[in-house]
């Protein structure tokens, strides 16, 4: 750990990244999200690009150009909840290191010169991940191009090792993680205090501008589904635009929503002493567990919203469009069936960069609350009991997480597909992917499981008058 007498001998300087993170080490999410965004980009404008010289090489119109601009969309995607995971794990960090910094405002440092050493550890650890990301993404894109042209499926083209596209790509996620940090510690950084004894409340004004927002975008998912009726192609640009207000409304209110929600979600995990202590940790911070809970339901919604839309549009065929012959349901299911697939399997990389954020958040949560783990096991709480708390908790998070996201995901779906062929259909088809439910509730499971078995282990490795001696 930093000392002061580091700092005075002249060993590290005001803004080493050292003064408030302590290890790089503790910023192993940050590399881990930005090199899966990077891949997930260098891949998608890869796949592009092969698309586009195949169809110029055998004449048909560059299909890859319209990809290309439909992948943007995904890539945007994957940035903003990349953003929001890095954001919050080093907030979680930093949260975690309070104490230290605290002294270190007390001996003089301010919390620009903490926030640039922290940004410039943000930046190598994000450019080290961005580089591994593009060259996994682009040997992927190249391996599978070769293995096709091999087997005779594409035909044998000038085709592009790499395209210049992945350059401003990786660029993009450096700078949202940059970008993201500065946001997600600002306030963090500049609160921490020479005396801070109080826990700075959320404000009551978050929650009545959240609901100002939710309020309005709900006026305008109904506005989309007027529209839909009236065959007007612009409800489905009406049901994004009410969606994504929804959502931001969603978020402003976060810190004071969410935990309700845990609380609420962890009255499900049991009554044993366990299972209180789990619920009780779950919503002690309220912004650790915005933090720990808000990008998977982000993610959850997304490909839920994906999958729910196009169940809607199934149903929607099966069952209204009666002047189809048995040979046109078929063939328009089959393409359901395949689109619905690639859209899932493309927007999934979301719930895998918050799944990753939310195991890093829950390890370093645990790691913070040591002493307090060592006071449990002195007090004569066993091993497994230490592990069954951690795992309910982690638990009851990915729980509220899931919950949330299955829901909002199945109001937006259906409503995004009514705003398409409202007009074709009577009555509005609701979209319940039970294939997809079913995966993303057995994943949360798996999840919690994942997220809370490491940090378990460490948790009860340690010695009850060693955890008692950390600070």
């Known amino acids: 750990m930093t000392t002061t007498a580091e700092i005075t001998k002249g060993s590290l300087s005001a803004t080493s990244p050292k003064l408030t993170v302590g290890s790089l080490r503790e910023l192993t999410t940050v590399g881990v999200v930005c090199g899966i965004g990077a891949a997930y980009s260098a891949a998608l404008l890869g796949a592009s690009d092969l698309l586009d010289t195949v169809s110029r090489a055998e004449g048909d119109d560059p ?4 990809l290309s601009a439909v992948s943007s969309v995904f890539i945007l995607v994957a940035l903003f909840v990349s953003a929001i995971v890095i954001s919050n794990g ?3 960090v930093i949260a975690g290191r309070r104490d230290q910094l605290t002294l270190l405002r007390l001996i003089g440092a301010s919390g620009r010169q903490l926030r640039s050493g922290l940004v410039r550890a943000v930046a190598a650890v994000a450019a080290t991940g961005a580089v591994i990301g593009v ?9 599978t191009r070769i293995i096709l042209v091999h087997n005779g499926k594409i035909p044998d083209a000038d085709y592009s090792t790499i ?9 993009a996620v450096v700078g949202t993680a940059v970008v ?9 950084l500049a609160s921490v205090a020479a005396i801070q004894t109080v ?3 959320v404000p009551r004004w978050r929650l009545v501008a959240a609901a100002g927002v939710v309020a309005t975008g709900a006026v305008i998912l109904g506005i989309a589904c007027r529209l839909g009726e009236n065959g007007s192609t612009a409800g489905f640009f009406a049901a994004f635009f009410g969606s994504a207000l929804v959502s931001a409304g969603f978020l402003i209110g976060a810190p004071l ?6 609380s609420a979600c962890g009255r499900a995990v049991g009554t044993s002493p366990s299972a209180l202590l789990a619920r009780k940790n779950a919503v002690s911070d309220p912004a650790r567990t915005t933090r720990s809970a808000v990008g998977l339901l982000i993610g959850v919604t997304l490909v839920t919203s994906i999958a729910a839309g196009m169940t809607s549009l199934h149903t929607a065929v099966r069952h209204n469009w009666a002047d189809l012959t048995p040979e046109q349901v078929a063939t328009n299911d089959k ?5 619905t697939t690639v859209l899932v399997a493309i927007i999934a990389i979301s719930v895998i960069i918050a799944a990753v954020g939310f195991i890093s958040t829950m390890s370093l949560t645990v790691i913070s609350r040591t002493r307090e783990i060592g006071m449990l096991r002195a007090m004569g709480f066993t091993a497994r009991q230490v592990r069954s708390m951690i795992f309910r908790e982690s638990l009851a998070l990915t729980g509220t997480a899931v919950a949330g996201g299955l829901t909002l995901g199945i109001v937006f779906g259906s409503i995004a597909s009514q705003s398409l062929i409202g007009h074709l259909t009577s009555g509005m088809p609701i979209g319940l992917p039970w294939g997809v439910l079913v995966a993303i509730i057995a994943g949360t499971f798996v999840l919690a499981v994942v997220a809370a078995l490491p940090p378990s282990r460490r948790a009860v490795a340690v010695s009850p008058v060693d955890a008692l001696a950390t600070p």
């Open 63 to 66: 299909i890859g150009q319209a």
């Open 90 to 92: 080093v907030d979680t």
């Open 135 to 143: 060259a996994v993404g682009t040997a992927g894109v190249d391996v």
């Open 163 to 171: 395209t210049f596209l992945v350059v401003p790509a990786a660029v």
């Open 180 to 188: 993201a940090t500065l946001a997600g510690t600002r306030r963090t």
């Open 199 to 201: 826990r700075r409340e």
């Open 257 to 262: 929503i969410v935990p309700r929600l845990v």
């Open 335 to 339: 393409i359901l069936d395949i689109t």
